[in-house]
């Protein structure tokens, strides 16, 4: 071993612990960085010769060890476009290179981030604090889908959201085996009915047979003058706002009302029936249509539909003068059914429509499957796009660059779709540096580097005695 070598060994540690040094400074100053990944450090001995008999010193270099895959503490926020990742994979974001007429030049190469304090500019872009701006997958508002799978900036207008008509109810519904009309008299026998003759019969008060939902006109409806007859023999089932082509709302009222009541056993193979009907015109009078038959008739037996009915169309529905166009009432299977109530009324177990009023943008934020929601005056939530995550097999191989945000190499890999169910709203993710570990590292950073010094010294030294021998 030689003194020189001895020397050039301790400078070699000298500056590998000052790489150690910059490490943990840059990592200490981003503390509090928004999804900051420390750098430690890696330290590689470099041996020059060796063997059972003979080691001769050799050196030390200090290469960065990336935290890329290490998750930071995810912090609550109030913001409702701020958003963090809950395990592996990276924002896809664009970087900003220039500004044409007030809008700004992207770098066509995508660059990857953890940092998710996101903000939506007055161009409607999200961008978060270090100035990438978010990429993601626009939805398809008829079908709620992805439209595409390439990402792309998402931006977000603040345009009306344009009216949609009415074209679908569905309403699942069930029907008292008993029903407790106002008219209902336990000692008359079918006094649940909403008639029990034709018309002019004792059964059946009204001038034309509501029950009659085929044949010629003045069948299947309520005159407005016997409307107090009707409300008396029939139950409510619930009430819905439809809309027109233009957004105007339309309020349909819903009865249900008991037609007919033979028992399976009857030999007629017929069960107990109901129909529906609905509110055409609040300010009809005299012999006025007031209410409406829908045409189809519910047959029940032991509580199910036989046949079970799935769905129906209201043809050219209108309501008051305002016509909302064919109206598909959709039950799904088995969801109209009749079974034992104890108040003898109906129970509405589901009734939602498709269509909608214009409404303007009011608010923005995430939801639990990771989309860009959109909030809308008229009461309405739409997805709006779906942000892109994507992952690396080799995650800590990706190049650190300005702005907490990484690019792309040849160790990294390519980046691999994610799963967007892994983002947290209203979220940030915090730095993953720990400080009271830094300061550790600190200390034994400063003792190796002090240590290395003193190796030069000593060395100094001992050169110096051994030329001082021959004095």
Known sequence: MSFFGAMTTAVNSIRAQASALGHISDNIANSQTTGFKRTDTSFYDVVTVSSGKNHLPGSVTARPAFTNSVQGVINASDVKTHMAING?????????????????VFLNVDRYTRR???????NGYLVNGAGYYLQGYPIDMDSGNPSGNTAEI??????????????????EVNLPSDPKTV???????????????????PGNPFSNDPTTITGGAGNGFVQANEENLFLDRSLSGGAITLY????NPVNVQMRWA??????????TGQGD???LFYKIDDNAAGTDPKWVNTGQDYIFQNGQGNPDVNSQTLTGLTVNGVTVGDVTLNHGSGNVTQFAD???????????????AAGRLSEVSLSDNGRIVGSFTNGRTIDLAEIAVVRFNSPDSLKKIDGTAFAQTQESGEPITGDPGNIVGEATESSNVDIADEFSKLIITQQAYTAGTRIVTTSDEMIRETINMKR
């Open 88 to 104: 592996e994979g990276f924002f896809s974001v664009s970087e900003r290179i220039a500004t044409s007429d007030g809008d700004p």
């Open 116 to 122: 998710g304090d996101f903000a939506v500019d007055k």
């Open 154 to 171: 998402i931006q977000i207008n603040n345009q009306f959201l344009p009216a949609r008509a009415s074209t679908q109810i569905d309403y």
């Open 183 to 201: 008219a209902f008299d336990s000692t008359v026998a079918n006094s649940e009915l909403l008639t029990a003759g034709a018309p002019g019969d």
């Open 244 to 247: 027109d082509a233009t957004g």
């Open 258 to 267: 008991k037609v007919d009541n033979q028992d399976d056993g009857a030999g």
């Open 273 to 275: 029936t109901w129909n």
């Open 342 to 356: 104890p108040n003898g009324k109906v129970s509405v177990n589901d009734i939602e429509q498709d269509g909608f």
